[in-house]
């Protein structure tokens, strides 16, 4: 009896050190691959989620550095010497491209890695073709729609900021060209002007006619 009863006992082991093996096995998600991600609509819906906190955080005019506004680097007002004296740095010229005091995800590298992050959705859903929501039917192209505005906005802050910029809308690779030529601030507009329409087509797939709270068919944002 007491060796049938081990018997039992390691063949349990067995099967439950196997089913370990089989879990363990599994990715965690901040290292799937590519189709795992772009193949599930779940997956695909967190990382436009991600992209709003992104663009959320690079717009603060009330915190534009951490702890001022923007105004403290103008004329309109003078900030403190507290926290780091971050406005006061750059009235003084001590600040490099390479050191950006309260930087807070507004400046060149965090804006076209916004941009970056919605040019791989975008490849990721068409290359995958990304499966809609069961349970909502018609938010993917929602998703894809807001996906086309979020890259707009972070090249319309990018020109307000730096004036002229490459615009990006593709997914850059290692092995391409980084020469990336500058386009003038009208010319950026002009390209940013055709993003409403687009994502206007977008949004109305399957009948869905919201187009997120800030724009309608009347009113355009740029």
């Not at 795992?36 to 717009?59: C, H, M, P, S, W």
């Not at 050191?99 to 890695?113: H, K, R, T, V």
């Amino acid at each position: 009896m007491n060796k049938f009863i081990l018997s039992i006992s390691v063949i349990t082991v067995i099967f439950f050190c196997l089913g370990c093996n089989k879990y363990l096995d599994k990715l965690p998600d901040d290292q799937l691959r590519e189709d795992e991600i772009f193949t599930r609509y779940d997956k695909v819906n967190q990382l436009v989620t991600d992209i709003y906190a992104k663009a959320k955080g690079a717009n603060q005019p009330i915190s534009w550095f951490y702890h001022f506004s923007s105004a403290a680097i103008t004329d309109e007002a003078e900030g403190s010497s507290v926290e780091g004296n971050i406005t006061n740095r750059y009235n003084t010229g001590d600040w490099s491209v390479n050191e950006l005091p309260g930087d807070n995800g507004q400046f060149w590298n965090s804006l076209y890695d916004g941009i970056r992050r919605t040019n791989v959705v975008l490849q990721g859903v068409t290359k995958y073709n990304t499966p809609d929501d069961i349970l909502e039917p018609g938010s993917l192209p929602m998703r894809i729609g807001e996906i086309y505005f979020m890259r707009a906005y972070f090249h319309l802050l990018l020109i307000r900021i730096y004036g002229e910029i490459p615009y990006v809308d593709h997914v850059i690779t290692a092995t391409e060209n980084m020469n990336f030529e500058k386009q003038s601030f009208h010319t950026v507009v002009e390209r940013l002007l055709k993003m409403p329409r687009k994502l206007i087509k977008e949004c109305q797939k399957n009948g869905k006619v919201k187009i997120l709270d800030a724009l309608t068919k009347e009113h355009v944002w740029v």
